[in-house]
């Protein structure tokens, strides 16, 4: 039984147990490519570019051109949550918690994929015919946001910038929709810049709203689950290449993609139960649980920008 139940009981003022402020479930998960995955690793094929020969001479043979086949493999790991209620509190509640934690354990399963994506957006993949080789992501698909003129800085328009030119460079197909994960200082920094919010740049409303929605091609979502760089890693000032060093340890690691360039696979979805448990004198253990697994699918769909907060 949580030990903070206590504050429901009958002598507090208020009959209905209220949810403290927190992300309520998962941002992320209908930006990125959903499967349903029944065994505990699973592989996603992937088919490369293909080129075109010239024809030499007429009647010449068919050529033979081998497709660019690959995979890329996912691996579930089991998410769950659980608490109880004693059957003496539900004597002294004006109601039955049950389902205001089962609510609690939804939303904190749905940020558990939020995690499990921003970890894997950058984290290794795992690709091979049996998914035993591994795929780092490259410093190439990373970018420090910077003023051009020998400082960091955070999330701006200059880097939204070069971070749009590195998908059409690509040549990401601009039909699929683009998304960008930043926090609350990211999204304060772009408010911040006059071509967000100035109406002779932008059409939407940021100024009258508060808020980024879509700029430049992304699709803003707010995400304070994001993480702060603590490997070795260095950018530069100028042009906001990522390398070798250690000048952004400690700086905010906003995720901008494509969206079939990072995958979420379930194992079903979350499963509740609410139960009375005999090995806890019959209270009632609310308990849900899920599996759960990420990749990142492509490289190139998937970039690390580094913002400096202050």
């Not at 080129?51 to 660019?68: G, L």
């Not at 939804?106 to 950058?122: C, F, M, N, P």
Request: glycine share 8%; with cysteine.
């Amino acid at each position: 039984m949580s030990q903070e139940i206590t504050t429901a009981f009958v002598q507090q003022y208020n009959s209905e147990v209220f949810h403290l402020s927190q992300q309520k479930g998962s941002r992320l998960e209908m930006c990125v490519r959903k499967e349903s995955q029944t065994g505990k690793s699973n592989f996603y094929d992937r088919l490369g570019k293909a080129t075109a020969v010239t024809k030499a001479t007429r009647h010449s043979d068919t050529p033979q051109i081998d497709s660019a086949h690959s995979r890329r493999r996912v691996t579930l790991v089991d998410k769950e949550w659980a608490d109880l209620i004693d059957k003496e509190d539900l004597r002294r509640l004006l109601m039955d918690p049950a389902g205001p934690y089962a609510q609690a354990a939804a939303w904190a399963l749905g940020r558990a994929k939020d995690v499990e994506i921003i970890a894997q957006a950058d984290g290794s993949a795992f690709g091979g015919e049996d998914g035993s080789t591994t795929v780092a992501h490259p410093n190439s698909q990373k970018y420090a946001f910077n003023s051009g003129a020998g400082a960091f800085l955070n999330v701006n328009v200059r880097g939204l910038r070069a971070i749009k030119r590195k998908f059409d460079a690509a040549d990401v197909d601009e039909s699929i929709k683009r998304y960008a994960a930043v926090n609350s200082s990211g999204i304060e920094s772009l408010l911040g810049e006059t071509q967000v919010t100035s109406s002779d740049f932008n059409t939407i409303k940021a100024l009258v709203m508060g808020d980024v929605n879509t700029y430049m091609g992304f699709e803003f979502k707010r995400l304070e689950l994001l993480q702060t760089q603590s490997a070795a890693l260095s950018g530069d000032t100028t042009t906001g290449a990522v390398g070798s060093g250690s000048s952004l340890i400690g700086e905010r690691r906003n995720i901008f993609w494509a969206q079939d360039g990072l995958l979420l696979a379930t194992a079903d979805d979350i499963t509740t139960k609410i139960e009375p448990r005999a090995d806890k004198s019959y209270s009632i253990q609310v308990y849900a649980s899920m599996g759960m697994g990420a990749t990142r699918m492509e490289e190139e769909k998937v970039v690390v920008g580094f913002g400096l907060e202050v």
